[in-house]
């Protein structure tokens, strides 16, 4: 498996010979494209504005920075019907793919030899859409290099999740780019669990057709990892888009979501909540932008960190002119258990209609000492009460799940991550 | 059951004296009341008793059946059967009341070395209880006295007393904030669980619900001391007329 990236003044860093070679006419078009966008962007550098909080070295430099241990991820959703998709060290086992009424599901593997296929509209595009106002330039590599990825198309409204399942060695870099397309009016769930390498750079672009609706559940665990994703999101009229992610383990941890609301009345949902511990970098980039009428978004972040962990957030709404009646939500909270750990956020507007309602927030507390009393004084000991009180704090975060049995499930398997450690 | 010897107590932060000498003996079985104007002392009792932080006890002890509780943890004092009903009961989002009555339930049962209650039991135990006070599955359902009335809220914190089954219960002005009906709901549910064991210690400002749950015996309480102790009929008299007589009388 290449390196993220290397040298950038070294074209092989971004443009794989071998894979372009390989590729048929959509996708060596597109990685191409993403190659030059790289370039001519370069690596993100320490100095950069957009990398203020959170250093990307371990990113770009050009060996898997770690051996990581990635055993500790704790069974989820497992009493669920699920559509099992798995990837084994960064490789999707697509001779096992499963077959589902109501989509498509193939690998990027098999589906980028082809000349002509429906992700040539997507794959690249979304990404190259969101390479404005900052450049991203990793999610641009690895659109370019990436062998390895689902390519799910939605036509109906699918029964049960799509479930991908990763599991690693914890010794390679993995590089992962999936494409979803929800057709008009049609519906899907996918989660995400597992960890696909010691290292990671995954995409997601995700277009969702008027009237579609796409629900997305990461659970993002494993101890000494490191990870980088961006979901890039297209969304039109009156379509729905929500993605939860729980963060519970992992050195090094960042999130970019970037999502376009183009149609009007479309809904789009946008949480986290992470549970940092120690030698813990978690970081929230998220990118939306109104350009339509009667739209909502809301964001909502708990992080709850301790011993040292670091939360950060940088969440901006864009507002286009013309984007009348927008209804923008945006809070991101830190609950810090001790003096040591940190939260730095940048909540921005920007904001160009005259008829919108705009809200953010953003607050660092620590444990409410009457409420930690009140559940002493019931007998709960100070350790579970805090346990209890954390659970409290990031619940606003998983009630942006609509589906109440995965919010459980949610709930559940952080109830038992907080009682192993 | 519970006895207080010349208690006093300062706030941590500041050096306020708070309790100047408390002496309290309460019996198995009896209901006692405390009244006093603002400011006497009564809340930071019932504080300095369950545990609260931020407060230093410079003086005095206090006994429940014969141990010294003042330097154990609240959740310690808890399980060894201390109760304070809260004056305002703290909301918990997210977590459910259910899954809150069930972890105190079982954490205290862990605490004193004891089995803890099976899900089937529980629910079926606090089913019953909870039907009693007229709290419905929605209710218990509900985060933890979030979106409760003041009435629900208070209702709610009889509910745990009923699931804990303390020895001593403080009731912290349990009567602020509700109507009449709530009111007796609220008595009704502490009648319920007066035995010939159980000890009250009922704190309030006004005689209004010393009608529904009657004590044995009525303190008064000012300036961080018992001034004096008497039958229900003394709860009457501070009705009539007022708490400045009897400052006046013990000045």
Sequence with gaps: MAAFSQNTSSNRAVRDAQLIESSGAWAKEARMAASERAQAAGLPQRRDEYWKYTRPDAFVQADVPLKASLHKSLEIFYQRNTVPVTFEDGKMQSAALPCAAHCTLESLASASVLDLHWARDIYGRLEAAGQTPVKRSLASVNTAMAREGLMLHVTGAVAAPIHIHATSSGQTDAVIHHVIKVAADAEVTLIETGQYGARTNIVLEIDVADGGRFHHIRVQDGDDRHMLTHIFGRVGAEATFKSFTLSAGGQLTRNEC?????????????AGACLGDGHFHHDDTVFITHDAVNCESRQVFKKVLRNGAVGVFQGKILVKAGAQKTDGYQISQSLLLDDDSQFLAKPELEIYADDVACSHGSTSGAIDAQALFYLRSRGVPEAQAVDLLTLSFVAEAIEEIEDAE???????????????? | MLNIKNLHVKLEEEDKQILKGVNLSLEPGKVHAIMGPNGSGKSTLSYVLSGKGGYEVTDGAAQLEGVDILDMEAEERAAAG????????????????????RTAVNAQRKLRGEEEMSAGEFLKVVRAKAKDLKIDAEMLKRPVNVGFSGGEKKRNEILQ?????????????????????????????????????RTFLVITHYQRLLDHIKPDVVHIMAN?????????????????NGYADLLEETA
């Design chain 1, 258 to 270: 970037v999502l376009q609301l183009v149609g009007d009345d479309a809904s789009v949902s946008v």
């Design chain 2, 161 to 197: 007393m009923a699931m804990l089954e303390p020895k001593m219960c403080i009731l912290d002005e349990t009567d602020s904030g509700l109507d009449v009906d709530a009111m007796k709901l609220v008595a009704q549910g502490v009648n319920a669980l007066r035995d010939d064991k």
């Design chain 2, 224 to 240: 961080g001391r018992i001034i004096k102790t008497g039958g229900p009929e003394l709860a009457l008299e501070v009705e009539n």
């Design chain 1, 406 to 421: 995965f919010a459980q499930d949610i709930l559940d398997h952080l109830t038992e991550t907080l009682s192993g450690r």
């Design chain 2, 82 to 101: 201390l109760f304070l009903a809260f004056q305002y009961p703290v909301e918990i989002p997210g977590v459910g009341n259910m899954t809150f009555l």
